[in-house]
């Protein structure tokens, strides 16, 4: 056999395990009802869920964070797209802008009873949907 | 008045660059078609050069209308309402430019009309089919920004769009020459110098890799499959060095401005510029093999177009909205992604095509390449490149895959790897492993003939000095009780390999000739940096763990990471070896070196001015007196953090800011950071109370007499004495006005404070002007007087002391990092410079130009010493 074709199968093989690693450490959306079965079967792979913070007006509700007490505890609710509401807990200081986002994107599994995330993404109203410009009221 | 002139102006000039880049491409073709490279339809080609300068006028009309539109603050203009604001700098005026994708790909054109003149100048006989898929490129790029909607088809989106063309809001209908009065800003974290320099380079980045793809194309299309390498490294070399500085510009920034703790967060928009670098380097590689050994063309052909093609494929994500939930900061969906997927897919497809119909007539080596040819590590040492790039490829590309799936009606929902990091690392660092170590022995083996006694006679001395050397680091990790991994291990005496054998071949190659020395430079470089993020981010280490004691979580007890820490102001906290306060909010004061304390101004209702109520001073010198008007910029706030070693008790201190940005949806924190030369302390604030200020309490009203003392907020404090009021810039006091003020001393933690609430009588009107201290979280209002008791009322509020939540890390030897960047663009550099000596030597014999009136590159007299 030639080098090069030694060569070859050793660059197909590299590529096949690369393609394998990343297939297993993909992620899925998936929501807490699937969650929860995947840490019931005692998987804790982790996962990302979309979901809405539930509101009652412009209130959140259930957003626990006492920085005096404790800065790295910081817990809310999340429902997901499928209505399922799931406590969410994330060891570190309350993201300053969750308060205004829309969507929130979780990454974390399972644990007991609560979801452990790991990663907050927050989905903000943009700043080019923004319908008002400052003073526009005053110069009418 | 409504200035729709310079925006009509800069829309033609966008149709004008249109249409002069077709004709441009179209006469090129022509130019070139049906003739061997060297012979070229003069008359073509004199139309497509006056086309092309007609187009780089166009596009340096449109940037000037654009410019024009930001600085002069035309915010009838969507672009400068949204990118822009009245108290912008003009340097970072030069960055709004680029913050929108329109202005983005304005750069980019620019960068290639700028190249495209210097090729018209300088490639001689390659000129017409060179420039012909120059502009053929040009015209789709400018097709990005040409805003022209033809039947319900919109192609293109104009920078030159009027705000009421844009936003749909009632003060249009009642007023349609309605000019907002300021703009939305500039993005916080792009005010930063890095971001004025870093989008060119990057750009010019992306233009470069135009160059070889063009000669790669021209060469196939003119069946010159072969001397086309020649420029093409020299191109190459210049892109790669650019896009490589490029790309670590960014990662600087991201590490001195963001706050995800590092320079490197593998988002997609990152890795969309790191996959065409790596592919590139490659392809340098692929042509120097040619160049030498004269092996590997085919493989130098497939990987300069894939350079290309991936930056197309890069664009497309990045700007297309493909990427959706999975990056934070690709740019806003503009509808173009039908246009990029078609500008991504006829250069894909062309290009292709070219090579598989020239693929047989493309030489070959007929030789076998043994063990002790170089040319062979080479070529794995460019697999491995390759491969690298394809594991980012894969995994950057799974919202593609996402939206593929949607589009043909399969329900997909693959998300990133939740552990990216990880997932990259693993494959990235035998990459690294891999590049350093083959770079080490090729570059060795390059320069010598090579047998088994002669391998061997010059490895041995860098590769015992490795093994001594990787032995010594270790001994030091275990002695510091840290954990060295296996994989860690590997990487670790790879890249000291790699330095050193390239470090023996670049001894003996000054002896022989400097300028050869680039790619062992260069290679130096690749191993620092690889040593610097193995040290950096391997041993990262959090400094500010929870150490209070309170565990709150009442889910877990295991050890969790708890990454930060909460200062109370001016109370002390211990924090790794170090014992941290936080000493209050600072501002920046232009013309005033370093930061102002918040509690030395009094702030007026103008944002952007304040008094000072204390002298302003540094060392002697003092900037302004007290009752001075300064200017403030008042959007950052700086966070004063003093750091004392406990052990040698010396003390610095960061100034890690934050900025409370509405519009960005909440705090937007920057890090600080002090440089050791082994180490950096990195810190930045996670979190402050409510930026809108402190809550006070409800005002308790105490009565005093002189004298008297009195706790307020748990502080021990007197009234000192009522006195005639001297701080009185802000009140404009008359004739006949009376102001009296208490002054108070208040023992804080620390040091002393005076607060003076005053009590002003004007037209037997009263007035009151409370008194406040953050530090202390107190308040004071002087509320009345009964003159004939000699007793005063004062009411007192109280609010929550002030405090910062802070995260710090230290990072080792991330030094190495950035000083083997430098290393590797100086090694770039030689190797270009050296190939432009080799080019010039050559051209006399190749040189059978169409043109020979022309004047040849003018030859530095610079030579070697």
Known sequence: MKKSHILILAVIAAAIGILMTTSADVSQYVSFKEARELAAEGKNTKVHVVGRLPRSGQQIMGLEYNPTLDPNYFAFTLVDTNRIAQRVVYFNPKPQDFDKSEQVVITGAMRNDVFVADKILLKCPSKYVEKDIKGATASM | ????????????????????????????????????????????????????????????AVIASLFA????????????????????????????????????????????????????????????????????????????????????????????????????????????????????????????????????????????????????????????????????????????????????????????????????????????????????????????????????????????IATFVLVLYATFLTRSGVLGNASVHSFTDLGLSGQLLIYLGVFAVLSVALLVARWRSIPVSEKELTTYNPELWVFVGATVLCLGAFQVLVTTSIPV?????????????????????????????????????????????????????????????????????????????????????????????????????????????????????????????????????????????????????????????????????????????????????????????????????????????????????????????????????????PENTYYRVEYKEKKSGKTFELFPRAQANEEMGGLLASPDIKKFWDHDIYSHVSATPPTTGPDWSEVTEHVLSVG??????????????????????????????????GDFIVYGEKRQYHIHPMFVVRNRMVGRVPDQSEDLGLRLTFLNVDPTAGKFTFGVSTAQKDYIILKAMEKPFINLLWSGTLLMALGFGMAFVKRRRDTSATLPATDNDAKPLRARPVQRPRQVA
């Not at chain 2, 966008?14 to 490279?37: E, G, N, R, T, W």
């Not at chain 2, 006679?457 to 001594?468: A, D, R």
């Open chain 2, 1 to 60: 008045m409504l200035n729709t002139f310079i925006g009509d102006l800069g829309h033609a000039s966008v149709i004008v660059a249109f249409a002069a880049a077709c004709v441009a491409a179209y006469s090129y073709y022509m130019a070139a078609k049906d003739q061997p490279l060297g012979t070229t339809d003069l008359g073509w080609q004199r139309l497509a050069r006056g086309a092309f300068f007609v187009h780089g006028a166009a596009v340096l």
């Open chain 2, 69 to 304: 539109i930001i600085h002069g603050h035309h915010y009838e203009y969507y672009y400068a309402w949204s990118h822009s604001s009245n108290h912008l700098p003009v340097y970072y005026m030069i960055s709004c430019f680029w913050e929108g994708q329109e202005g983005s790909f304005l750069l980019w054109i620019f960068w290639q009309v700028v190249l495209g003149f210097v090729l018209i100048r300088y490639s001689k006989k390659w000129e017409a089919p060179v420039m012909a898929v120059f502009a053929g490129v040009q015209l789709f790029l400018v097709s990005m920004i040409l805003g022209v909607v033809i039947g319900d088809v919109k192609i293109g989106s104009s920078p030159f769009i009027l705000l009421r063309d844009f936003l749909d809001i009632p003060v249009f209908k009642t007023d349609p020459n309605f000019i907002p009065k300021d703009g939305t800003g500039l993005n916080a974290l792009l005010q930063n110098y890095w971001m004025v320099i870093h989008p060119p380079t990057l750009f010019l980045g992306f233009a470069l890799t135009l160059v070889p793809f063009a000669y790669a194309m021209a060469g196939l299309w003119k069946r010159e499959l072969t001397a086309w390498v020649q420029p093409a490294i020299r191109w190459t070399l210049v892109g790669g060095l650019v896009l490589g500085v490029g790309v670590m510009m960014g990662a600087y920034w991201a590490y001195e401005t963001l706050n995800f703790g590092g320079y490197w967060n593998w988002d997609p928009v990152e890795n969309a510029v790191y996959i065409p670098w790596l592919v590139l380097v490659a392809s340098l590689h692929g042509l120097i093999l040619w160049k030498r050994g004269k092996t590997g063309l085919r493989t130098s052909f497939v990987l300069v």
């Open chain 2, 401 to 633: 895959y996402n939206a593929f799936l949607g589009f043909i009606g399969i329900k997909s929902n693959l998300a990133l790897p939740a552990d990216q990091i990880g997932h990259y690392t693993k494959i990235q660092l035998w990459m690294g492993v891999g590049v350093v170590f083959l770079s080490g022995l090729a570059q060795v083996m390059w320069w010598q003939k090579n047998d088994k006694e002669s391998l061997t006679n010059s490895l041995t001395v860098p590769g015992i000095l490795t093994l001594l050397g990787a032995a010594l680091v270790i001994l030091l990790v275990r002695y510091n009780k840290l954990e060295m991994k296996p994989v860690y291990i590997v990487l670790l005496t790879t890249a000291l390999f790699g330095v050193l054998a390239n470090l023996s071949m670049v001894l003996t190659l000054l002896r022989r000739k400097v300028s050869l020395s680039g790619g062992g430079v260069a290679h130096i470089g690749v191993a620092l940096m690889l040593l610097g993020i193995l040290a950096s981010a391997g041993y990262s280490n959090i400094i500010s763990g929870n150490v209070s004691g309170l565990v709150y979580s009442k889910e877990f007890n295991e050890e969790l990471n708890r990454d930060n820490v909460l200062l109370w102001r001016n109370e002390g906290a211990p924090m790794g070896p170090y014992e941290v306060s936080y000493t209050g909010q600072y501002l920046d004061v232009p013309g005033v070196p370093g930061y102002v304390n918040k509690e030395l101004l009094f702030r007026t209702d103008d944002e952007y001015k304040a008094v000072a109520r204390g002298d302003v001073k540094r060392g002697g010198k003092v900037y302004y007196k007290a009752g001075d008007t300064l200017e403030i910029l």
């Open chain 2, 708 to 741: 008297d003392t009195i706790y307020l907020n748990d502080y021990f404090a007197v009234l000192r004495a009522v006195e005639p009021a001297h701080q009185t810039a802000g009140l404009n006091l008359k004739e006949g006005d009376l102001a009296i003020q």
